[in-house]
């Protein structure tokens, strides 16, 4: 048996950054996906977001990449809502995302920045967050 436990902040958009995640949609879709999470055995800790972007703390599995948990979230949750008539329109999701580890020391500040993202983007625009995230983990054009 394998013991891994690798916690990992992933943030990703909605298409366009088109600002659809009213607080009734983020409470039901975010609860979703943490359920979802539970049945198909990924370790969601924690997610929240703002009107065009979500931000998940969960725990890598052993057999899964980063690539297919995020893939996996977002197109079993757009599918969800989609199918829901949880928006107006459809919920799309931009094809991109952030991702990094976060050290056990730092997982209990990375869940409190997460739960605050309201509070946090009444000061700093998604697209700023991403230029700090990018420049916080050292990413250039072309990883991924």
């Known amino acids: 048996m394998s013991f891994v436990k ?14 659809v995640l009213t607080p009734e949609v983020r409470i039901n879709l975010f609860r979703h ?14 997610i929240n977001g703002y009107l065009n972007h979500a ?23 757009s599918h969800w809502a989609n199918q829901q008539h949880l928006l107006k329109g459809k919920l799309r999701w931009a ?30 625009t998604f697209d700023d967050e991403c230029k700090e995230f990018m420049r916080k983990y050292g990413f250039t054009k072309g990883q991924g």
């Not at 996906?33 to 924690?46: A, T």
């Not at 899964?64 to 979230?73: A, E, G, P, R, V």
């Not at 580890?101 to 700093?124: G, L, P």
Request: glycine content about 4%; some cysteine.
């Open 6 to 19: 690798i916690w990992i902040h992933a943030v990703w958009g909605t298409k366009n950054r088109e600002p």
């Open 33 to 46: 996906i943490k359920e979802k999470g539970v049945e198909r055995d990924n370790d969601i800790d924690f």
């Open 95 to 124: 094809d991109e995302y952030y991702a990094a580890s976060v050290s056990e020391s730092q997982v209990e500040k990375v869940r409190d920045y997460i739960r605050n993202q309201e509070a946090h983007h009444r000061k700093q």
């Open 55 to 77: 931000h998940c703390l969960c725990l890598l599995s052993a057999s899964m990449s980063i690539s297919t948990l995020i893939q996996n979230i977002k197109g079993e949750s």
